[in-house]
């Protein structure tokens, strides 16, 4: 069987008001013809009078001419009802015809912006449809469309460097091993021992830096089951963890806070606060630091905030600090720096949890970081 064309929406429009013009002119014709009707009828009066023969006369013959009356009122009232059904067929065709010119009309702004939608691609996403015209909803649509097309175009752009950040990361310790291999490879007499070490240096970096791609890529979908979450308890595991390297590099940990209800991933929001303290720790001053951890109920919801000692820093370098690959102007190469993904991960999580990330520069020298989290259904 040959499958019938698709029902556009101009052609359902037409339909539309064609029916509901057909369905109008009916109740009006229908209506119209009740009301004749019943106003048609004339009164039949008989006047009395004269004698009884002459009476019965004269009522016979104005029963007759009633009947005709009627006769003709019925036929002029059918042949009035015949005409107008022809003109409410013709005026149907008409509006068909008209309804499908207003149609036409009206979707020409959902044409235009159906072709620059689809001329759009990655290669050109700084085109918008930027439709004209009065505010309406098909001018309501266009923008929500602009907004979302400026939404993936930065996002796109995004990801672009990203990767190619993630491409330079990632060729570094492969040409480091290249080399490596190379230089043993000419000189046979070296020292296999510190070339094993050296290896093993350069694999643990590439082995970190690609699960920290790994956790990234997975914050960015948001694919985790929401829980009820303390946040405090997730602050003070982080903070045991690291005290080891807190106390090797001279910092003190000072932790404090109340049960802090939200809702999230309690993994990912472990991953947060490690993140969080780890470069609080080792971004700090080189003896005698401090990072201050709090947690705490909010109106708005639940706030953790990491503070730490350390050089003086400039509101420009820290709106860069969350950047993948980037600590501020220079890019992450230091022992202690990992991969340069620790406050990129941390934004990322942020997002995924539909929270605030704040960083300002602390007065005195440091970091301060303020993240603000929905509160827990339960509170």
Not at 34 to 49: C, E, H, S, W
Not at 191 to 216: K, P, Q, S, W, Y
Not at 338 to 354: F, K, N, Q, T
Request: aromatic content about 2%.
């Amino acid at each position: 069987m040959s499958r019938l064309p698709p029902m556009t929406v101009r052609l359902r429009l037409t339909l539309l008001y064609s029916a509901l013009f057909l369905v109008s002119g009916v109740v009006l014709l229908v209506a119209s013809y009740l009301v004749f009707r019943n106003a048609a009828v004339p009164n039949l009066i008989v006047v009395p009078g004269g004698s009884a023969h002459v009476t019965a006369a004269r009522e016979a013959a104005t029963q007759m001419k009633y009947q005709h009356v009627i006769r003709n009122s019925t036929d002029a009232l059918h042949q009035g009802l015949l005409r107008s059904v022809i003109v409410l067929a013709g005026m149907t065709l008409v509006s068909i015809a008209l309804g499908w010119l207003v149609a036409g009309r009206v979707l020409r702004p959902l044409r235009e912006m159906t072709a620059t939608t689809r001329h759009i691609s990655e290669r050109n996403l700084n085109e918008r449809l930027a439709l004209a015209g009065p505010r309406d909803e098909l001018r309501e649509l266009a923008d929500t469309i602009d907004g979302l097309l400026a939404r993936l175009e930065t996002h796109v752009a995004e990801q672009q460097r990203f990767a190619a950040n993630a491409s330079h990361e990632l060729r570094t310790p492969l040409a480091l091993t290249q080399a490596l291999l190379e230089v043993a490879r000419d000189d046979p007499d070296r020292d296999d021992g510190e070339l094993v070490e050296r290896l093993h240096e350069v694999n643990a970096r590439a082995i970190d830096l690609t699960e920290a791609l790994l956790m990234l890529s997975r914050t960015d979908r948001e694919s985790f089951t929401q829980e009820e979450v303390d946040l405090s308890l997730p602050a003070e595991e982080a903070t045991e963890t690291l005290l080891p390297l807190a106390e090797k590099r001279g910092v003190t940990i000072d932790t404090s806070g109340d049960p802090t209800p939200t809702h999230g991933s309690t993994a990912l929001l472990l991953q947060l606060v490690t993140n969080l303290v780890h470069n609080a720790i080792v971004h700090n001053l080189p003896a005698g630091g401090t990072v201050w951890v709090r947690t705490g109920a909010r109106p708005q919801g639940a706030e953790l905030t990491v503070e730490n000692t350390g050089e003086e820093l400039s509101p420009q370098f820290v709106s860069t600090l969350t950047e993948p690959f980037l600590r501020g102007s220079e890019r992450a190469r230091t022992d202690h720096a990992g991969v340069g993904l620790g406050l990129a991960i941390v934004r990322s999580i942020v997002d995924a949890h539909e929270g605030i990330l704040t960083l300002t520069p602390r007065h005195g020298g440091g970091l301060r970081v303020c993240v603000e989290l929905p509160r827990g259904r339960e509170s």
